[in-house]
């Protein structure tokens, strides 16, 4: 092993990541709703190729490895640069209807999910649908 180079003699390793942004795959807003999550994190007003988003870090369990999603809620934003805002927090974001249109909102991890909860996402999921196939014609 004389002859033999060490990686670590390359000067290759590069800085470490200071990206507040989760590595893999992110979820769609879509997995988490009426699902307990644990909210570790947020950065706003980020630009995407569906406009300035809001990136949201989560894990499923205390200790995982963080994920993430991105949103466009107006209601979700408005607590993310509430100043009290404490992170990491658990939560469950349910489906609201308001005005025949739906939108999200945090909600305390001890509520239960109703058959309301239930079938407001499948309203939002209808919606959506529709949305997606208009902007695809």
């Known amino acids: 092993m004389a002859n033999v180079s060490d990686f670590g003699d390359f000067s290759l390793q590069g800085t470490p990541n200071a990206s ?12 988490v709703i009426n699902k307990v999550i644990i ?4 950065k706003t007003d980020i630009d995407t190729a569906n406009g300035t988003r809001t990136l949201v870090r989560f894990t499923w369990h205390e ?8 949103t466009s809620s107006k209601r979700l934003y408005k607590v993310f640069t509430d100043p ?4 990491p927090f658990a939560t469950i974001i ?5 005005r025949g249109m739906a939108s ?10 109703s058959q309301e909860d239930m079938q407001n996402l499948c309203m939002y999921q209808l ?10 014609k």
């Open 39 to 42: 909210v570790t994190g947020c």
């Open 63 to 70: 200790g995982e490895a963080e994920t993430a999603f991105f």
């Open 84 to 87: 009290n805002i404490k992170f």
């Open 20 to 31: 507040d942004m989760p590595t893999g795959e992110y979820h769609s807003i879509d997995d």
């Open 94 to 98: 349910k489906v609201i209807i308001v």
């Open 104 to 113: 999200f909102e945090f909600r305390s991890a001890r509520e239960a999910v």
């Open 127 to 136: 919606q959506k649908r529709g949305y997606m196939k208009s902007r695809n």
